[in-house]
């Protein structure tokens, strides 16, 4: 069967409610006071001190504890796992090593080191040590997963897509991996593979708003827009404070042609994140279908002041002043268009019914010889 390291979003230390950590700690740090050489209670201070979240104090523990006895796996393990609870992943990385020079074949130190390669986008060598791994340890579906993941990065997708099969073959009961093979059939454009991967992934894991919201985007990317509206409702319902589930379901709406509820939907996204000039865009593109061409305008400037040289925010600029009569600023604003994209919007601006008559200006301000001539 499949042996399984900890489940990975608790990390080897799970807080209980059953146990006063507390009250171990007091002991530990008595005993620890009175019999300073004592391997066994450093060794339980430095758990506890873990268990209770006191990581800070833990890794300073987990260093005493090494310090009287070096040849102990385990702990190098949680003295590794601690550092990752600090965020501390390189160093992680070195110690989920030091276990496995004691231990070769400690599973958990195997997918600890190798995880965190990961996490440090070493992908290289994550995927050396995860290759290391499974030659060991082949029936051993985290090692495959976590190779699958390494994969994806590196735009591998064949492959990282076999990797997350033979995971599922040794375990078909972990939603992670089906949501992470949804995302690498995503990436290949396999809308209904992936959909169905994710559809696995929810039936084992409901609440994972992620997949609700690959799983709309891919709908809607199939125009199924009633079906990724869904999606997206059930991705908020679940984790309200998401903004890419917020955004999606605006573009869902605009889709539809249901302009207030998608502008309501990207405020929405943006109270959640601010900075992202995506949503500013798309908030222009909405009060822009509703006839607001001055409010489109200035969300259009505030995307630009974000992520300048937009195009595409340059274009539609261009339209709302040609719609408020403002035809100065529309040659201005096409003329930026044009300058960054000329193949693109040279065309789209003669085929254009707004912007047909400023064209011909925009065309004749931004090319170089008429520059030159004045």
């Not at 430095?46 to 987990?62: D, I, K, T």
């Not at 994972?208 to 990724?228: I, M, P």
């Not at 996204?269 to 001055?294: C, I, P, R, T, V």
Request: with cysteine; hydrophobic share 40%; charged share 20%.
């Amino acid at each position: 069967g499949h042996q399984s390291v900890s489940s990975e979003s608790q990390g080897v230390f799970a807080a209980s409610s059953h146990v006063n950590f507390e009250q171990k700690i007091h002991t530990y740090q008595r005993i620890v006071e009175a019999v300073p050489e004592s391997f066994m209670a450093w060794s339980y201070l430095s758990y506890f001190l873990a268990r209770a979240g006191r990581y800070q104090e833990a890794a300073h523990a987990y260093v005493r504890t090494l310090y009287l006895k070096s040849d102990a796996p385990r702990i190098w393990v949680n003295y590794a796992t601690v550092l990752e609870q600090l965020g501390y992943y390189g160093e992680a990385a070195e110690n989920f090593s030091r276990a496995l020079v004691v231990s070769p074949y400690y599973l958990k130190a195997m997918y600890g080191k190798s995880k965190n390669l990961y996490r440090l986008a070493q992908y290289k060598e994550a995927l050396q040590s995860y290759e290391q791994a499974i030659a060991t340890r082949p029936n051993a579906y985290e090692l495959w997963y976590g190779k699958g993941k390494v994969l994806t990065k590196l735009k591998q997708l064949d492959e990282a897509i076999s990797s997350f099969e033979r995971a599922i073959a040794l375990n078909p009961h972990a939603a992670k991996v089906w949501a992470s093979l949804g995302q690498a059939l995503m990436y290949q454009q396999k809308d209904t593979d992936a959909i169905r991967a994710f559809d696995k992934a929810l039936r084992i894991s409901p609440d994972d708003s992620l997949s609700w919201t690959y799983k709309g985007f891919l709908y809607k990317r199939l125009e199924r827009y009633e079906e990724a509206l869904a999606c997206f409702d059930k991705a908020i319902d679940i984790a309200p404070q998401i903004a890419r589930s917020w955004h999606h379901r605006g573009l869902a709406l605009m889709n539809m042609s249901r302009y207030q509820e998608a502008h309501d939907s990207f405020e929405c996204a943006l109270k959640f994140q601010a900075y992202d000039h995506k949503s500013w865009l798309s908030l222009g593109w909405a009060l822009e279908k509703m006839g607001n061409y001055a409010k489109a305008i200035e969300a259009y400037n505030k995307s630009l002041s974000i992520e300048p040289d937009q195009s595409f925010a340059f274009y539609r600029q261009a339209r709302c002043y040609a719609l408020l009569q403002n035809t100065n600023s529309a040659i201005e604003y096409l003329r930026r268009a044009i300058s960054l994209h000329p193949e693109a919007y040279i065309p789209r601006a003669m085929n254009d019914q707004v912007l047909r008559a400023v064209q011909n200006q925009a065309v004749l301000t931004g090319s170089p010889a008429t520059a030159n001539a004045s």
